[in-house]
């Protein structure tokens, strides 16, 4: 059984920073590209970031320079980690796996930027 599993969300101030995790079971994590989703109140959900099977990143130009995306194989975890975040940051955050045609999503994490 294939699991995603978010964590680390919450609440900060802004100008703060929060590090997400996703924890992945039941793939072959190395094999996967993954990607962190958001999807703020009233809103589409957005593309935030990717990496690569081979550690090659890109980002949404809103989190560009404040974000960065790594992944640690050995450990089948993915993370964002988030620094001088806004209030427009806030969102709930999904992982997703992709692997040519399958993919898979985790439940989602909330974020909440507020003083």
């Known amino acids: 059984q294939v699991q995603l599993v978010e964590s680390g969300g919450g609440l900060v101030q802004p100008g703060g920073s929060l590090r997400l995790s996703c924890a992945a079971s039941?793939?072959?994590?190395?094999?996967?590209?993954m990607r962190w989703y958001r999807q703020a109140p009233g809103k589409q959900r957005e593309l935030v970031a990717v990496?690569?099977?081979?550690?090659?990143?890109n980002y949404a130009d809103s989190v560009k320079g404040r974000f960065a995306i790594s992944r640690d194989n050995a450990k089948s975890t993915l993370y964002l980690q988030m620094n001088s975040l806004k209030p427009e940051d806030t969102a709930v955050y999904y992982c997703?796996?992709?692997?040519?045609?399958?993919?898979?999503w985790g439940q989602g994490t909330q974020v909440t930027v507020s003083s």
């Open positions: 997703k796996a992709e692997q040519l045609s399958t993919t898979y």
């Open positions: 039941g793939i072959i994590f190395s094999l996967y590209t």
């Open positions: 990496i690569s099977t081979g550690r090659i990143t």
